[in-house]
């Protein structure tokens, strides 16, 4: 099965996919991640990235698809894959129509006066896992590997803005093309706590 994982930024996205890849055996392919860790290796798509998203608009497509497409050919996608943060506007969608069959498209719905607080709120770890303030109780170290933990670079009030923005002038806008397409999944209360939402997305997969 492959999967769309669609939703504004901080919708759950992330947090959602490590719970689906850990009982559904799917590949978690996060464009945001690959771009992160180029940026982290200093390659020349790290340096282009960077601008584009510490100014929290979307990196231009042409690279971003061959990313994508590259990726789709590894062994390890051959046996289902989860796309999180692409397709993010409808030239994506459909260069991505073009090079792999998507068999749903899930959509977390959250009410946008949330995101604000879970994105700044947000601290991440090196080995993937993410967690918010107000449940760390104070600790700085990630509790699955002790790893310290921080905050993203375009996790700040300002590039937030950008980003919601950019969501809803050329990511939204997904969501009529993949009902259209017959391919829609709504998960409709994504304000609810982590493993309440996943208990929503358990029941749309089956
Ligand atoms: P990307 O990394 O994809 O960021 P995003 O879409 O802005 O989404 P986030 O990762 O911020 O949120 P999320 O939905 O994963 O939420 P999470 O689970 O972490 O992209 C970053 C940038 O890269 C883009 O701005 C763009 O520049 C570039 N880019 C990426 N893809 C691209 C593309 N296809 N084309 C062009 N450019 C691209 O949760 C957030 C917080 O909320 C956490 O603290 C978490 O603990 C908490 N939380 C999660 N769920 C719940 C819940 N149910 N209840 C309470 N708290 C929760
Ligand atoms: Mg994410």
């Not at 994506?92 to 498209?105: R, V």
Request: proline residues 3%.
């Amino acid at each position: 099965m492959n999967i769309i994982l669609l939703g504004a930024p901080g919708a759950g996205k992330g947090t959602q996919a490590s719970k689906i890849a850990s009982k559904y055996n799917l590949l978690h392919i996060s464009t945001g991640d690959i771009f992160r860790a180029n940026i982290k290796g200093g390659t020349e798509i790290g340096k282009l990235a960077k601008s584009y998203i510490d100014a929290g608009k979307l990196v231009p497509d042409e690279v971003t698809c061959k990313i994508v497409e590259d990726r789709l050919t590894w062994d390890d996608a051959k046996s289902g894959y989860m796309l999180d943060g692409f397709p993010r506007n409808l030239y994506q969608a459909q260069e991505l129509d073009k090079f792999a069959k998507i068999d749903l498209c899930l959509n977390i719905n959250v009410d946008e006066a949330l995101l604000m607080d879970r994105i700044c709120g947000r601290r991440v770890c090196s080995c993937g896992e993410s967690y918010h303030v107000s449940t760390l109780n104070g600790a700085t170290t990630c509790a699955k590997c002790g790893n310290e933990l921080y905050q993203r670079a375009d996790d700040n009030p300002e590039t937030v803005k950008a980003r919601l923005d950019t969501y809803n002038t050329q990511t939204a806008p997904l969501i009529d093309y993949y009902e259209k397409q017959g391919k829609l999944a709504c998960v409709t209360s994504g304000e609810g706590s982590p493993d309440e939402v996943f208990e929503q997305i358990k029941k749309i997969l089956g």
